[in-house]
């Protein structure tokens, strides 16, 4: 069997985000984004029948919390549309130098 290979693929996001609180090095940042995506839009090199999925669409809502300047600390939860048992709480640290 012939495995199918995406050719192309397409999406796009739009985020907001706004500090409501800063007390020297420290901040609170929430956030929310929107996304679409598909990351198999079409095949290359197989039949016209092979389907493609739907396009994803996903909201996240987070917060990001400066501890320093350079360190963050950031927790968010996504939901996405089109399978449920996707969604998820996502716990990070960040670190710029």
Do not use: H, M
Not at 9 to 27: C, H, M, P, R, T
Not at 29 to 36: D, G, I, L, N
């Amino acid at each position: 069997p012939i495995t199918p290979v995406p050719s192309t693929f397409s999406g796009w996001y739009a985020l907001a985000a706004y500090k409501v609180w800063k007390s020297g090095d420290y901040a609170l940042t929430p956030f929310v984004r929107y996304e679409e995506f598909n990351p198999a839009k079409s095949y290359s090199g197989v039949s016209s029948g092979v389907p493609t999925g739907p396009d994803e669409k996903v909201v996240t809502l987070g917060a990001g919390f400066n501890l320093t300047e350079g360190v963050i600390l950031k927790a968010d939860y996504q939901k996405f549309k089109s399978d449920n048992s996707r969604d998820r709480l996502n716990l990070g640290v960040g670190f710029s130098f």
